[in-house]
């Protein structure tokens, strides 16, 4: 077998094992949150009886165990339970939001990436003159923002001085494509200037490092033009450092956005755990704790699979 | 490697910043807490940022507000990174099972997004000051772990590091005579990073509810006890805002220096 | 003149300008009250309810956990949700009177302890059912279980025997009620096929609209019910309600022409909104109060001295400026204003005093130690800046009073009602017996002072039943002293309900009996 | 008349500077290369030679108008092809560069791109330059692979860099620098970082292909007895100092200055065998692996150290000689065979070693820079052991550092530097005075000699045997280098992939007769005479066609 398929199995199962012992983690974690979830659901108009009733019901009575295991017997056949506050089925709510969730990731993501690839590009091209400066320095400011101040500094700019989109963010089944970007413009404009910085800083450093090799030299007494060293010569090499960190940023853009989500009152995943965490609603914390996990470890899957597969060594053994 | 124009601004802010958290009750102009003005009133000779929400003096608020987002920024970066090296080192030095376990577990750790991890403990347990720091450095620490396992792993395989286990010294040594010296500087740059980490983090997590409680103030409450004004132009929640962004710079800058700092004496290639 | 004249009619004919206003204006202008009274009815009859559109509402108080079921619903969006696809039995008017909806008819037996309602003929449910007095009583009996949790409980509970026969039910209280029709009139109660009793939460009812998407804590949209019995109301072809819990997004959404309406503008702003163009401040001096609860049975809170020591230690004048931005009236520790029928205006309003304040807590012994004073933004606008002013007042007077900030998430059901002393806000309710009944009776089930006190309670009742108007006010005011002086309600103003509606809107009336126009605020207005 | 044949280079009073920064220092220009005038014919051969530092590889990278990492051409001109490139800029710069003049480096294994293949690596400028369509820039490539004696040429540049051996890829930089059809190639220590046996093999291929190719070359490197080979004239350079220009012939035969006579002489170190005496390290039936592979890399290896004698184990890179150390230091526990030691066996693993073993086995490395902790000074780095072995404090710690101080012939004032701060030579004294602060019975040194310049090297050999004289400590010493071991040896162990090949008495081993590898290890070191490794590999051919 070849050795890089050996190395994406072994990768891919060793994630899975992860993923295991994650959703073992999560459930028993939740479980041992503090607070009477029977009293959390019910709340003030809570008698005695009733609160016996829902015990029962949500078999808190079982020890702990046993019922982790019910529960993923339920993920693996994609049954997530129902949410004990309002009896609707998770796997269909959390369905519609993951769906938004990726939606945002995704828009904002086909815009960030490419252009902090071409921006870290720029930077390492003219490192520490001033259009690295100026790159450095405006990305600066914005990895030092904190997102809602520039959430609410886009909607007075663009909602209020410049009335060109929309405030609430929200999305529906439904919408045609149009209508749901100009909904999502806003936070993607937000998103995009959080992540943007770190992937651009993180590539430049990355073709920096790499431009520190002896192969370099020999490539610029080569008399090549010094974008065509980095673009042929140092970005091959760089890949696998800008991917892990791309990456990076595309987990922060599924399970990072909370914030996001409150202040343009996107209805995704995010929101739906914070509504559901304080009403110790557990199976949904549970479902989406354990969603956000997978999206992660998949993403760094991917990560590394991206890397051994760019590897020339793996890939041409000798 | 000399201090830059922007290293020298960075230390500049970062020592403003940080004594005017320490000497806040002398040079704040009024109390944290005390009503001078009308709702929101625009900057002026008395209110040099304006006031707030209820008529508080901004600026006040900001430099008690200071203290206490730097304390808590500080404090829990300090816990990530006693933790986060300390077994970072453990792990690189012993390798083996120590190595594979810590690792694993800092894996786990990270597979669950610590956003997440925060939003919901941070719900459940009581909202104090000692939580809060807990919480941001535990979660924080993972990150740092990674750095000092990756660092120590390149310094442990040093011919330096082999004398010195053929000359027969033990694990406490090595790792803090023969490593820690050298590990050092990636390390101070991570440490800027990671406070600047905290600061952000503090402010959203206060933003969301669910940080620095009152009567105690912080930069980011702050921001959202005045962000309903900013629809209508008024500066209010800015100046909070202002502050995180500014802090969170100077320190980044000097961060980035200790970095480019680290890396030159690390060397590569030329003369 | 003229032309001022005749726009501002228009506008108040829309209800975009309020009559009171208008009067005011015409005043000015040396027009008779009377006569601008005539003239705006003129108007609205001239200007009349446009039929279509699409009408959007940004309502705070809703989340992804709210259920469809109106025995549950307990917070804003909820409210709205069922008043716009259910229907009761009667409604109450700005003015207070009763409002007939699914019955025609109400009557009652000398003594008040007995209540017959008839149903109007040929209402349908959305799912095409009739709605008969069987339905009614169902609905009646499914609000009675324990296990239902429904909020009108302690109000069903006071009917000892439900019956009907044809289209006529009868009610046989256990105690004579004279406002039994009022307690019909509560949000809980809408009528539902069959009770609702096989799936409360199906939103089917005999409403002005039909449910279309129910996302809960995101968006709820509803279509016009072409057969609904009442064309009076109900104008728009769809309405809809997004749930927007975050102040600024929602002035944002409105001021954006997102949301035609919206609830909860934040004092503090209300004055920044009425320089937007395009959008009115409709504020409704209203019963809703915004107050500060100690549970009467938990230390340190079970000592009466303490909690008069609170009482005197709050600025109520500071509050009505600083937080209403003067958008209300102080409170006086009990949850009666002027806008409730038999309200007592001669007891003394209740002033600051750090001195007797500080006698007080003297008096009660306490060990010094914080008392923590629960408050989440969302507990009512203003909320932490609210309970700050009242811990800087309190200290004045040497009380040991501190803010602790809790989440807004999920504050009404781990904070308030749950521990001793938090911030909390009512909407009051059309009669006093109802307000007190739902919160200050011992058996009250949303008694969230744990207030029990058994004078108070015969006096309650004895009033509930007496017909004789001066009599019933005379013990209101008993009611009243005692809550003011022993109750664990601390009640420094009643706000106004402060909307914020769009000049597109027409047929805005202002309703003090809740939110929204009594939460219809979807149904009874139209596009202009 | 005959008109005299143009210059092809020309460098005039050249003059490279470059800004340090000193850590804890204000930064200070330091000359790199100062006034160096040389000239070059076409397809000719200079070899420019001088130590560490001698500014060779920054004046053969001159003759590109190109200055490594800060420094900068700052007087002087380098007249190429009749014009002054030293003010180049832009396209004018980058058309000369692999083009006219190309360049070899002194690791290939760094200097290619490893994540593309060789060829396209190799034609990348004759593509570049558009000399001719890629098919025809394939075909000559092939050309040069099969000059230079690469295995299956036509294949050769479908692999990628890690796939093939390290003297091939000097070969295959060679081909790329040839490539294009430059006037003038410069070699910048092209075979250093090679084995002796693949060297010989190279230097030959290289000499070959200058001569077919008539190319004119820049020959940079630290070896006479490799330049002698290629080069037609010489230049020798200190300090960034001409010492001395002339033919080979002049350089070698007739040196004129002092420092020239030294580089020529140097290794003329020789030392007497000691007679037999007990042995205080022996090693028997040892054999070993790294955990996780599934082979040996030390065979079932027998030696015997005397007291205070010297045992050299000579080998090219892989033939486990390192890691023989490695097992005896009880890093690498064998998996068996036993080791015994002034007496007593050891433990195989290191945990299981007494104190006292540890102290009297003591090591030094062949890389000083990365054997002694950056941040702790001279004084620290000596006085740790002796306050570890002996518990002595302050000032008897501090006058005992100072011995050892003087011993390694190092005055006052060394124990508070820094390693940053000492040269290389200096270092490895430092080094040598740690091992010694513990009063070893035996020192193993691991290539000790081979990142120093020759003279150095020398002076650090004297060190070692003067100590040995004093101290009678027994030395292990590892290297490749037959010279050095000529130099020190008492007994040698030839070792050849994880066997000991040979073992005796140095005279025993180095006289004939030789087994195979010996004699290809013995024959491959370079000789100043011309024409030596044409000899060699003649020899071997007719020999394999005996066979």
């Known amino acids: ?318 | 490697m000399k201090l830059t124009l922007s290293a020298g601004i960075g230390i500049l802010l970062t020592a403003m910043f940080v004594l005017s958290a320490i000497f806040a009750p002398l040079i704040a102009p009024y109390p944290l807490d005390l009503t001078v003005g009308g709702v929101w009133d625009a900057p002026s000779a008395k209110n040099w940022l304006g006031t707030d929400t209820i008529g508080r003096d901004i600026l006040s608020r900001l430099i008690y507000g200071g203290q206490i987002t730097i304390f808590v920024a500080l404090a829990s970066s300090v816990i990530a990174f006693s933790l986060g090296s300390f077994f970072g080192f453990l792990a690189a030095v012993r390798g083996g099972w120590t190595d594979q376990i810590l690792s694993r577990i800092v894996d786990l750790m990270m597979a669950i997004p610590s956003p997440i991890v925060a939003l919901v403990l941070l719900s459940v347990l009581p909202l104090n000051l000692p939580v809060l720091i807990l919480v941001i450095g535990v979660l924080d620490s993972t990150r740092v772990f990674r750095l000092a396992r990756a660092v120590s792993m390149d310094i442990a395989v040093m011919d330096y590091v082999e004398a010195a286990k053929l000359r027969g010294e033990g694990q406490i040594w090595v790792i803090f005579r023969e490593i820690l010296p050298n590990a050092l500087s990636p390390l101070v740059a991570e440490f800027g990073l990671r406070f600047i980490f905290a600061v952000l983090f503090i402010s959203t997590l206060s933003f969301l509810g669910l940080g620095v409680q009152p009567p105690l103030a912080d930069w980011g409450g702050m921001v959202k006890e005045n962000k309903d004004g900013l629809i209508y132009g008024k500066s209010a929640a800015l100046m909070p805002a202002a502050a995180i962004a500014a802090l969170a710079i100077s320190v980044n800058l000097v961060a980035d220096w200790v970095l480019s700092r680290t890396t030159s004496l690390k060397g590569g290639r030329g003369a | 003149m003229q032309d001022e004249m005749k726009h501002l009619l228009m506008r108040t004919a829309r209800g975009t300008f309020s009559r009171r206003g208008f009067i005011a204006r015409c005043g000015a202008l040396g027009i008779s009250a009377a006569l601008a009274n005539t003239l705006i009815a003129q108007a609205v009859r001239a200007e009349g309810p446009k039929k279509g559109g699409l009408i959007r509402a940004g309502i705070a108080g809703g989340e992804s956990t709210n259920s469809l079921d109106p025995a549950l619903a307990a917070s804003e969006v909820p409210f709205v949700t069922s008043e716009t696809w259910g229907e009761m039995l009667v409604n109450v008017t700005p003015d207070g009177k009763v409002d007939m909806r699914l019955a025609e008819e109400v009557s009652s037996s000398a003594d008040a302890s007995e209540w017959t309602f008839r149903i109007r003929k040929g209402v349908e449910f959305h799912d095409g059912k009739t709605v008969t007095a069987e339905d009614v009583v169902a609905t009646l009996k499914r609000h009675t279980d324990e296990k239902s949790q429904s909020g009108a409980l302690g109000i069903v509970q006071g009917i000892s025997e439900m019956s009907y026969e044809g289209d006529m039910v009868k009610l046989k209280l256990a105690g004579p009620n004279a406002d039994l029709p009022f307690l019909m009139a509560d949000y809980h109660l809408v009528i539902q096929p069959g009770g609702g009793v096989d799936n409360p939460a199906a939103g089917i009812g005999a409403g002005p609209y039909k449910l279309e998407v129910f996302e809960p804590g995101v968006r709820i949209g509803f279509t016009k019910n072409p057969n609904y019995f009442d064309d009076s109301i109900g104008h728009a072809d769809q309405v809809e309600i997004l749930v927007i819990n975050d102040n600024t997004a929602r002035t944002a959404a409105l001021q954006s022409g997102q949301v035609h309406m919206m609830n909860r503008v934040d004092p503090k702003i209300a004055e920044l909104l009425k320089g937007a163009p395009g959008v009115q401040v409709k504020s409704v001096a209203g019963r809703g109060h915004y107050v500060f609860i100690m549970h009467c049975d938990k230390a340190p809170f079970d000592n009466n001295d303490l909690r008069m020591a609170l009482k005197l230690g709050i600025k109520r004048q500071e509050m009505v400026d600083k937080i209403l931005g003067g958008l209300g009236s102080i409170g006086n520790d009990f949850p009666i204003n002027a806008a409730y029928p038999l309200f007592d205006d001669t007891i003394p309003p209740r002033e600051y005093d750090a001195a007797q304040a500080a006698e007080f807590y003297k008096k009660s012994g306490h060990d010094g130690s914080p008392i923590l004073l629960r408050v989440a933004p969302g507990a009512f606008p203003g909320a932490v800046d609210a309970a700050n002013l009242f811990a800087a007042s309190a200290q004045a007077a040497g009380i040991p009073l501190q803010v602790k900030l809790e989440p807004d998430d999920g504050y009404w059901s781990n904070v308030w009602n749950v521990e001793p002393f938090c911030a909390s806000y009512w909407g009051g309710r059309p009669v006093q017996d109802q307000m007190y009944s739902t919160a200050y009776l011992s058996t009250a089930d949303w008694n969230d002072t744990k207030f029990k006190n058994a004078t108070f309670d015969d006096l309650v009742l004895a009033a509930r039943g007496e017909l004789d108007e001066v009599k019933r006010k005379e013990e209101y005011s008993k009611v009243a002293n005692i809550l003011r002086d022993e109750g664990g309600l601390i009640c420094p103003m009643f706000n106004d309900f402060v909307h914020g509606v769009r000049d597109e809107i027409g047929g805005w009336i202002d309703d003090p009996n809740q939110e929204l126009m009594n939460g219809r605020g979807l149904v009874k207005t139209w596009l202009v | 008349m005959p008109e005299i044949e143009k210059n092809l280079l020309d460098i005039q009073h050249l003059r490279i500077e470059a800004t340090s920064y000193p850590p804890g220092e204000p930064p200070r220009d330091v000359v790199l290369v100062d006034d160096v005038s040389v000239s070059l014919k076409p397809g000719r051969v200079l070899g420019l030679i001088g130590e560490s530092g001698a500014g060779k590889s920054t004046i053969g990278l001159s003759s590109m108008a190109y200055a490594r990492g800060g420094a900068r051409l700052a007087g002087g001109h380098i007249i190429l092809n009749g014009r002054d490139i030293i003010h180049l800029t832009g396209g004018k710069l980058r058309s000369l560069r692999g083009k006219e003049v190309t360049y070899v480096a002194q690791s290939a294994a760094a200097s290619f791109n490893p994540s593309k293949r060789l060829m396209d690596q190799v034609i990348e400028t004759t593509l570049k330059n558009r000399l001719m369509p890629r098919p025809a820039a394939e075909k000559r490539a092939r050309e040069l692979f099969r000059k230079l004696g690469l295995p299956n040429p036509d294949s050769f540049g479908e692999r990628y860099p890690h796939q093939v051996s390290g003297g091939q890829l000097q070969r295959a930089m060679t081909a790329m620098a040839l490539c294009p059809k430059p006037d003038l190639v410069v070699f910048d220590e092209p075979t250093t970082a090679l084995d002796v046996t693949t060297q010989i093999e190279v230097l030959a291929a290289i000499k070959e292909a200058i001569r077919d190719t008539g190319v004119a070359a820049l020959y940079i490197t630290h070896d006479l007895a490799v330049v002698a080979q290629v080069a037609d004239d010489i230049l020798v350079l200190r300090h960034g100092k001409k010492v001395e220009y002339g033919t080979t012939d002049q350089i070698i035969n007739a040196p004129k200055q002092a420092y020239t006579q030294a580089l020529v002489s140097v290794r003329s170190i020789d030392h007497e065998e000691k007679a037999e005496a007990p042995p205080v390290l022996s090693v028997a039936h040892v054999t070993a692996r790294y955990n996780g592979t599934n082979f040996d890399v030390l065979k079932n290896v027998n030696v015997e150290l005397p007291a205070g004698q010297t045992l050299a184990v000579v080998g090219e890179s892989g033939s486990g000689k390192s890691t023989l150390a490695r097992a005896i230091t009880g890093l690498l526990p064998p998996t068996q065979g036993k080791i015994t030691f002034a007496g007593r066996e050891l433990s195989p693993a290191l945990p299981g070693r007494k104190r006292d073993d540890l102290r009297e086995l003591q090591m030094i490395y062949q890389m000083a820079d990365t054997a002694m902790n950056p941040r702790q000074t001279v004084g620290q780095i000596i006085g740790r052991p002796i306050e570890f072995y002996f518990g002595l404090k302050g000032e008897a710690k501090r006058v005992r550092v100072q011995e050892l101080l003087d011993q390694i012939e190092m005055g006052k004032g060394f124990a508070d530097r820094y390693p940053a701060e000492l040269s290389g030579g200096q270092k490895q004294r430092v080094c040598i005075a740690r091992a010694l602060a513990a009063k070893p019975k035996l020192i193993i040194c691991d290539e000790v000699t081979s990142a120093l310049d020759p003279l150095v090297a020398d002076g650090i050999l004297k060190l070692l045997l003067d100590l040995q004289r004093q101290e009678n400590v027994a030395y292990l010493f590892i290297t490749h280098d037959l010279a050095t071991v000529r130099a020190i040896a008492d007994r040698i162990a030839v070792m050849y992939r994880g066997q000991v090949v040979r073992y005796g008495s140095k005279t025993d081993v180095l006289t004939p007769p030789f087994d195979d590898y010996t004699d290809l290890l013995l024959s491959s070191v370079p000789e100043m005479r011309l024409g030596w490794p044409e000899e060699v590999l003649e020899h071997r051919k007719m020999e394999s066609a005996g066979n």
């Open chain 1, 1 to 318: 077998m070849h050795p890089i398929l050996k190395l994406v199995i072994q990768r891919v199962a060793l994630g899975c094992l992860l993923l295991l012992a994650v959703s073992a983690v999560i459930f028993l974690g939740v479980e041992a949150l503090p607070g009477d979830t029977a009293q959390a659901i019910l709340g003030q108009s809570a008698t005695p009886q009733a609160l016996e009733n829902l015990r029962q019901q949500m078999g808190l009575n079982e020890p702990a165990l046993v019922r982790y295991f019910k529960w993923l017997g339920g993920v693996l056949t994609g049954d997530l339970g129902k949410s004990l506050t309002n009896g609707t089925d998770i796997a269909t709510a959390i369905g519609q939001r993951l769906g938004n969730t990726l939606f945002l990731a995704v828009s904002a993501a086909v815009i960030s990436v490419p252009l902090a690839l071409i921006l870290g590009l720029v930077a390492a091209r003219y490192a520490g003159r001033w259009p690295d400066k100026l790159i450095s320095g405006i990305t600066l400011t914005t990895i030092s923002l904190p997102e809602f101040v520039a959430a609410y500094f886009v909607i007075y700019l663009l909602t209020q001085v410049f009335p060109v989109f929309l405030p609430v963010s929200m999305v529906f089944p439904g919408m045609s494509l149009g209508a749901k970007l100009h909904a999502v413009a806003l936070p993607v404009i937000v998103l995009v200037m959080v992540v943007l910085a770190h992937m651009m800083r993180m590539t430049r450093a990355a073709i920096l490092n790499v431009m520190q090799s002896a192969y370099i030299e020999t490539a610029e007494l080569k008399g090549l033009t010094p974008m065509q060293v980095i673009w042929k010569h140092a970005f091959p090499n760089a890949i696998a450092p800008i991917v892990s960190v791309v990456v990076l940023n595309l987990a922060y853009l599924v399970v990072g956005v909370v914030v996001v989500e409150v202040v343009f009152s996107y209805n995704a995943l995010g929101q739906y755990l914070v509504d559901h965490v304080t009403k110790r609603d557990l199976p949904v914390v549970q479902a989406v704790g354990l969603v956000f996990a997978a999206v992660y470890i998949g993403l760094n899957i991917i990560a590394d699979v991206v890397s051994i597969v760019a590897n020339p060594r793996l890939r041409h053994p000798k």
